[in-house]
């Protein structure tokens, strides 16, 4: 038999996988990792109900409680089952979520296609540099299909007709929320609204370079800040505590 996970990465958005390799193989070093992947083709409808449905059904099958850990959608599912089903939850870490968790760069997309005045292309050309900063002519294009197959395959539940919201808060289970000074995705002051959700022992972290997947530019950094923060739920909490933001260094 497998050993069961002591942490499940949740991945929504298949085409952004080779972001999140390296901060999971810095993860793999400290906890038992598992992946959780929901691939939606383009016959179904676009739904946080069904993936929702589908990842509590995995967990129901492990005996015990796991740290969760998700990027942009994949955390936005995380948050909404740490809301629904608490006691299967040891952790919740959130990369690139604000405080307003449905915003993801879909909702910027849609966004921009309704008052810009170019093509699809150049739009998505310019969702590249939001995303990931300059890049050359190659790796733009590339990262263009990138973008082209999550456009395809991601539940995210935004549209060119309807951008969705979802309520504001925290959950019950430890939390952790990080991003970048760099995003222009979730934007700084996005992530620190979180400070209004935060309980005794919840982590905000700031990683002070890489854009909406600085875990992808900074996975050392990154996955120290993690295990530190896991580290931290097994430790006796301190008299009195005040939950800070943790700007990181690179």
């Known amino acids: ?40 083709t383009q016959d179904e409808a676009s739904s946080l109900d069904v993936a929702l449905v589908l990842l509590h059904d995995y967990l129901k099958s492990c005996n015990r409680t796991v ?30 979520v604000g405080s307003y968790p449905a915003i993801d760069w879909q909702a910027h997309y849609y966004r921009f296609l309704e008052l810009l005045p170019c093509s699809r292309q150049i739009l998505l050309a310019q969702m590249v540099r939001l995303l990931f900063g300059h890049q050359n002519h190659y790796t733009t294009n590339a990262l263009i299909e990138v973008l082209e197959q999550d456009l395809r ?35 700084a002051k996005a992530l620190r609204r979180w400070h209004a959700w935060l309980k005794e022992g919840d982590v905000l972290w700031e990683c002070p370079r890489g854009y909406h997947f600085f875990h992808y530019f900074y996975p050392h950094q990154t996955g120290r800040q993690i295990v530190k923060f896991w580290r931290s739920l097994s430790e006796p909490a301190p008299k009195k505590h005040n939950v800070l933001l943790e700007v990181g260094q690179v």
């Open 153 to 187: 395959s991601s539940p995210s539940p935004h549209s060119l007709y309807k951008r969705a919201s979802i309520a504001a808060g925290g959950v019950s289970t430890p939390l952790m929320a990080c991003g970048s000074a760099e995003d222009l995705i979730v934007e």
């Open 1 to 40: 038999m497998s050993k069961l996970p002591e942490t499940l990465w949740i991945n929504t958005n298949p085409s952004f996988k080779r972001f999140e390799q390296p901060l999971i193989r810095y993860l793999a070093h400290y906890s038992t990792v598992a992946q959780w992947e929901y691939i939606q």
């Open 67 to 96: 740290n969760l850990v998700g990027h942009g959608t994949g955390g936005l599912l995380g948050l909404l089952y740490a809301r629904r089903y608490p006691e299967r939850v040891q952790s919740l870490t959130l990369l690139g």
